[in-house]
């Protein structure tokens, strides 16, 4: 079972910049960061994967958000740019199975992911 551990979270004011961290306990085919509000669903972020360009993010965050991964210490990265009081939320760090790396390589889709960290709060103020 892979654990994964965000950190990073923190209160910043609009326009502001955080990184996030997230380590895994062993290799996993892709991470992904994802985020949550109340009342709301898991929305996907961004998501890292193998291959040339293997970056996808959600429309959101384009140009402001920026993914990364150090493969070597299973550790990803999101550094967030730009940051706006809609950007507040709960983010999540996950992985998917090698199945659905395989079905579903650089999607956004939370129902992809099998495994999931404990998520790191972001609040943006204005």
């Known amino acids: 079972q892979v654990q994964l551990v965000e950190s990073g979270g923190g209160s910043v004011q609009a326009g502001g910049s955080l990184r996030l961290s997230c380590v895994a306990s062993?290799?996993?085919?892709?991470m992904g960061w994802f985020r949550q509000t109340p009342g709301k669903e898991r929305e996907g972020v961004a998501v890292?994967?193998?291959?040339?360009?293997?970056?996808n993010y959600a429309d959101s965050v384009k140009g402001r958000f920026n993914i990364s991964q150090d493969i070597a210490k299973h550790t990803a990265y999101l550094q967030m740019n730009s940051l706006n009081p809609e950007d507040t939320a709960i983010y999540f760090c996950?992985?998917?199975?090698?199945?659905?790396?395989?079905?579903?390589?650089?999607?956004?889709?939370?129902?992809?992911?099998?495994?999931w960290g404990q998520g790191t709060q972001v609040t943006v103020t204005s």
């Open positions: 062993e290799f996993t085919y892709s």
């Open positions: 996950a992985a998917p199975n090698y199945g659905n790396f395989q079905r579903f390589r650089g999607s956004l889709s939370p129902s992809r992911y099998n495994y």
């Open positions: 890292i994967y193998p291959g040339i360009g293997g970056v």
